[in-house]
T-cell receptor, first 109, second 114 residues
C-alpha cells in the first residue's frame, strides 16, 4: 500500500481557500486517492475521491497531476466548522486503507 | 440505508481485565469490516479487517483479537487489557466490490484502561 506524506498542521482564517497537499510517490496504477475529515471523538467522514485530473463535489475539489505522485485537497472559503483533521489515503481494491497522522487544520475567526 | 453501531460508547476497565467491543452493520450484506484504534492525538491504526464470516486479517499483532461470528457482526476482544490499550476504537465497513470503496465509520468506543 502506498505511503502518504502530508503536513502535520495548517492554520487558516474564515473565508479563505485552503489547499492541503499530499505526496504519494509510490502510488500504484489501480490506486485511488481518497480524503477523509475527522472531528474530535468522531469517526472519519469521506470527503472526496479521485483517480486523476480534477474532481469536484459540493464540499471540496481534488487536484491530481498527471504523474499522480501527489494530490491537493482544496476547501473553498473555510469556516470555523472546517477545523478538523484531514487524512489523505491511497489504496486498492480491498479498501484496507492506511490512515496516517493527517493534517490538523485550524480555522481562526 | 446502511447504519453502523458500536457499543459501548465509553468503557473504563482495570488492567488485566477482559474486553469485548461489538460492532454491527445494518442495511447491507457481506460487507468488509474493519477495526481501528486511535490513541490520543494520533492517526488511526488499522488493527483487523474481515472480508467474510470467520475471515480475519491482523495488521498489528498484539494482545487483541477479532472475530466475525455473523455476516454483519464484528467483535474486538482481549483476554487481559494493558494500559497501552487505552484509546478510541472505531469500526468501519465498506462494500467488497473490487474497486476502492468509501469506508463508513461507526461512532466509536472510548476505552480507558486504569
Amino acid at each position: 500500500l502506498a505511503k502518504t506524506t502530508q503536513p502535520i498542521s495548517m492554520d487558516s482564517y474564515e473565508g479563505q481557500e485552503v489547499n492541503i497537499t499530499c505526496s504519494h510517490n509510490n502510488i500504484a496504477t489501480n490506486d485511488y486517492i481518497t480524503w477523509y475529515q475527522q472531528f474530535p471523538s468522531q469517526g472519519p467522514r469521506f470527503i472526496i475521491q479521485g483517480y486523476k485530473t480534477k474532481v469536484t463535489n459540493e464540499v471540496a475539489s481534488l487536484f491530481i497531476p498527471a504523474d499522480r505522485k501527489s494530490s491537493t485537497l482544496s476547501l473553498p472559503r473555510v469556516s470555523l466548522s472546517d477545523t478538523a483533521v484531514y487524512y489523505c489515503l491511497v489504496g486498492g481494491s480491498q479498501g484496507n486503507l492506511i490512515f496516517g497522522k493527517g493534517t490538523k487544520l485550524s480555522v481562526k475567526p | 440505508s446502511q447504519t453502523i453501531h458500536q457499543w459501548p460508547a465509553t468503557l473504563v476497565q482495570p488492567v488485566g481485565s477482559p474486553l469485548s467491543l461489538e460492532c454491527t452493520v445494518e442495511g447491507t450484506s457481506n460487507p468488509n469490516l474493519y477495526w481501528y484504534r486511535q490513541a490520543a492525538g494520533r492517526g488511526l491504526q488499522l488493527l483487523f479487517y474481515s472480508v467474510g464470516i470467520g475471515q480475519i486479517s491482523s495488521e498489528v499483532p498484539q494482545n487483541l483479537s477479532a472475530s466475525r461470528p455473523q455476516d454483519r457482526q464484528f467483535i474486538l476482544s482481549s483476554k487481559k487489557l494493558l494500559l497501552s490499550d487505552s484509546g478510541f476504537y472505531l469500526c468501519a465497513w465498506n462494500r467488497g466490490s473490487g474497486v476502492q470503496e468509501t469506508q463508513y465509520f461507526g461512532p466509536g468506543t472510548r476505552l480507558l484502561v486504569l
